[in-house]
């Protein structure tokens, strides 16, 4: 991946807090949800309830979609990613500790949520391929960047 998509990609990233999660439902039909976000690169780790309708889909299913963007009026300012990739549902306590310590970095207003609570779900989602969107280099500009494989814990 060349470094200026790199850079554009975790600057989306970085400036964002929420992005749409999109998992498969057990009747194949997509489930679109708004999530809040941590990354550590360009993996993307959330917490959710364990019983949530998600971590049902993503027990099934560990294809997801994402979007990370923002409301604009003026079309021409659009800059935005999305992306498909890989969902996991964290079980091993290091790699829990290491998300919520994302998570509690980036909303500190939030508090922390225990790594070791059994009642919350880390999730990390690892891209597969991102769709880079932006509009101010001309309507409807797109690139689409292949990821390597993640080594995240």
Not at 52 to 63: P, T
Not at 71 to 87: M, P, Q, V
């Amino acid at each position: 991946m060349e470094d200026l998509h790199e850079k554009f990609i975790l600057g989306i990233m970085k400036r964002h807090n929420v992005m749409t999660l999109a998992t498969v439902r057990r009747d194949g039909f997509p489930q679109a949800t708004t999530v809040a976000y941590a990354n550590d690169g360009l993996d993307l780790y959330f917490c959710c309830d364990k019983t949530s309708q998600k971590v049902k889909n993503i027990s099934r299913s560990n294809k997801v979609s994402a979007t990370i963007d923002h409301d604009t009026r003026d079309w021409n300012k659009i800059k935005a990613i999305s992306l498909a990739g890989h969902a996991t549902v964290l079980k091993g306590k290091r790699a829990r500790a290491h998300a919520a310590e994302l998570l509690a970095r980036k909303f500190p207003e939030q508090g922390s949520f225990s790594a070791d609570d059994p009642a919350v779900a880390f999730v990390r989602v690892q891209p597969t391929v991102v769709s880079v969107l932006d509009y101010s280099q001309g309507f409807g500009h797109t690139e689409l960047i292949e990821i390597p494989a993640s080594t995240a814990p």
